[in-house]
T-cell receptor
Framework: GQNIDQPTEMTATEGAIVQINCTYQ??????LFWYQQHAGEAPTFLSY????GLEEKGRFSSFLSRSKGYSYLLLKELQMKDSASYLC??????????????FGKGTHLIIQP | NAGVTQTPKFQVLKTGQSMTLQCAQD?????MSWYRQDPGMGLRLIHY?????ITDQGEVPNGYNVSRSTTEDFPLRLLSAAPSQTSVYFC????WGRGTDTQYFGPGTRLTVL
């Protein structure tokens, strides 16, 4: 079976840094994704990791350790607009993108002034 | 590019009615999929397709049918709507290859079954 765990809710302060963790147990692994979803909107793609290590994109970074089944999303210089849900997802198929993603339940991030 | 489009945006059905949720993409992506999102449950895969004429079941396929006659379109059919199918439905398309992968979501269809 597939299992993806992430905290339900986190609170952080504007201008600060926050790290959202994700652990996964899946039958296969072909990449880990982070999405941002504002209330009432569709998820938007943030990052993709398939190899171990850190991927940086502006204020957002994502880290993957395949041996530990662990990833985190790091958000720097937090802004009020970063208040949203952050979804961790794994593509667990054999490759070729030939299957969908398995999602965690999402982390609701609240940014306080 | 319009990306991934979905119609309708909102729909109310009575129990037992059938309907089709439309999804189209103009990015020439081979892979398309349908998810439903319920409070506290996260996004769950219903059906997916790896190309025209090829579909497969995801985690929660019961009560839904799909077909993929063209690369662009991937409609989701509710055969006999039930209140348990009240949800937000997202269609997605993706490109995978050469060490990159991403999945683009449509704006969603908010379905209520009475």
């Amino acid at each position: 079976g597939q299992n993806i765990d992430q905290p339900t809710e986190m609170t952080a302060t504007e201008g600060a840094i926050v790290q959202i963790n994700c652990t996964y147990q899946t039958s296969g692994f072909n990449g880990l994704f982070w999405y941002q979803q504002h209330a009432g909107e569709a998820p938007t793609f943030l990052s993709y990791n398939v190899l171990d290590g850190l991927e940086e994109k502006g204020r957002f970074s994502s880290f993957l350790s395949r041996s530990k089944g662990y990833s985190y999303l790091l958000l720097k210089e937090l802004q009020m607009k970063d208040s949203a849900s952050y979804l961790c997802a794994v593509r667990a198929g054999s490759g070729g993108g030939a299957d969908g993603l398995t999602f965690g339940k999402g982390t609701h991030l609240i940014i306080q002034p | 590019n319009a990306g991934v489009t979905q119609t309708p945006k909102f729909q109310v059905l009575k129990t037992g009615q059938s309907m089709t949720l439309q999804c189209a993409q103009d990015m020439n992506h081979e892979y398309m999929s349908w998810y439903r999102q319920d409070p506290g449950m996260g996004l769950r895969l219903i059906h997916y397709s790896v190309g025209a004429g090829i579909t497969d079941q995801g985690e929660v396929p019961n009560g839904y049918n799909v077909s993929r006659s063209t690369t662009e379109d991937f409609p989701l059919r509710l055969l006999s709507a039930a209140p348990s199918q009240t949800s937000v439905y997202f269609c997605a398309s993706s490109y995978w290859g050469r060490g990159t992968d991403t999945q683009y979501f449509g704006p969603g269809t908010r379905l209520t079954v009475l």
